[in-house]
DNA sequence: GTCTATAGAAAGATAGAC
DNA sequence: GTCTATCTTTCTATAGAC
């Protein structure tokens, strides 16, 4: 085999991050084996060495952009919960996300997109929102989980539908007053305010 | 001419009102002419004498769908502010909305399908959502004005982003917490609470 | 595993008859 | 204005060489 496993596990991780890319950035409809392909520095009929179908590609694309979203990557640092909870929501709620200079949340450039797709795109997001969820959860001052334990499905419907609203929006000055209105009101609702 | 400008006016409307439908349903990538011209009860060939091409039949959607939403035609019923406003909220964040058995909100349906369009698109869809925030600026208690301007906007983008996560999502139980608790957060925040 | 070549299907847009 | 027929492009997926 002139191939190595290893060599193909890198092909595999190259054609997912630009799937991933793309995908969020186009749909996907709108995006092309070849495009994804010529992304990853290969051509189409290798594709298929790696994926049984476009469709396949897309849900494992899914997950694979929440593992490499700014949220999960900044959870490791060892600061208080409270600022935990600002810098996850302040971050995600930045015109660099919507703007794509970092690393995009399929949650919100998919949201739409995955709706209207295979049962199998739908679970893998569905996955991916519960992951989110929990995370907040984790990180939640234990004095507010009793009062209203499904508070933090709000929050994230609402950072995620900030996102998405300002994506689609074509007026920067209304986007910059929408996302610093979410962002004010996820950090009140986090305090239980 | 064998065809009056009011049948022509029809036919266009039909047009639009299928397009509306099958674009919420699936996304515009996802949608033929082909098909949107038998919901029309057409075919193919009489769809460019109506519009110019699938694009700006996409624009022209947004709109129409907007003055067609569940949201306008429950505009002018003569009761207090309060209610108006709860009757709103819970009726956009009803499973319904998402199941899309009353008209959709282009707003949560189309989101992140309208990010990758022409400029056309996005301009209509900002058109729409200004209308709706100024909607519901008009129904705003007097006395909440003044301390949060903008609150309307995290308020939209909550329900847009409930109803598009819910549409996205597998778990029919989730989607029916996520719901709950977006009614119940939007509720508060309209109170100023 | 990756390449080039190609089969086969789908869809946007146009042409011309009525 | 609406129809059928067609041009043209694009894209998924497969076949076979290396």
Same mark, same amino acid.
């Given at each position: 085999?002139?191939?190595?496993?290893?060599?193909?596990?890198?092909?595999?991780?190259?054609?997912?991050?630009?799937?991933?890319?793309?995908?969020?950035?186009?749909?996907?409809?709108?995006?092309?084996?070849?495009?994804?392909?010529?992304?990853?520095?290969?051509?189409?009929?290798?594709?298929?060495?790696?994926?049984?179908?476009?469709?396949?590609?897309?849900?494992?694309?899914?997950?694979?952009?929440?593992?490499?979203?700014?949220?999960?990557?900044?959870?490791?640092?060892?600061?208080?919960?409270?600022?935990?909870?600002?810098?996850?929501?302040?971050?995600?709620?930045?015109?660099?996300?919507?703007?794509?200079?970092?690393?995009?949340?399929?949650?919100?450039?998919?949201?739409?997109?995955?709706?209207? =797709? &295979? *049962?199998?795109?739908?679970? $893998?997001? %569905?996955?991916?929102?519960? +992951?989110? /969820?929990?995370?907040?959860?984790?990180?939640?001052?234990?004095?507010?989980?009793? =009062? &209203? *334990?499904?508070?933090?499905? $709000?929050? %994230?419907?609402?950072?995620? +539908?900030? /996102?998405?609203?300002?994506?689609?929006?074509?007026?920067?000055?209304?986007?910059?007053?929408?996302?610093?209105?979410?962002?004010?009101?996820?950090?009140?609702?986090?305090?239980?305010?």
């Amino acid at each position: 085999m002139p191939y190595s496993a290893e060599h193909k596990q890198n092909s595999r991780e190259q054609i997912l991050r630009g799937a991933m890319t793309l995908f969020s950035r186009k749909g996907f409809a709108n995006v092309s084996i070849d495009e994804v392909m010529a992304e990853a520095g290969m051509t189409r009929g290798a594709f298929y060495a790696h994926f049984k179908s476009k469709s396949v590609l897309y849900a494992e694309a899914v997950m694979f952009a929440a593992l490499n979203s700014q949220i999960v990557t900044q959870l490791n640092a060892d600061d208080t919960e409270l600022s935990w909870f600002a810098r996850v929501v302040d971050g995600y709620l930045d015109i660099s996300h919507v703007d794509e200079t970092v690393s995009p949340c399929p949650l919100a450039f998919l949201a739409t997109d995955v709706a209207s =797709s &295979d *049962p199998e795109v739908r679970r $893998a997001y %569905t996955e991916v929102y519960k +992951g989110l /969820v929990k995370l907040f959860d984790q990180h939640r001052p234990p004095r507010l989980k009793k =009062s &209203d *334990p499904d508070l933090n499905l $709000a929050i %994230t419907a609402l950072m995620i +539908g900030g /996102v998405a609203v300002s994506r689609a929006l074509h007026d920067k000055t209304l986007v910059k007053k929408l996302l610093s209105s979410c962002r004010s009101v996820a950090h009140r609702l986090a305090q239980g305010r």
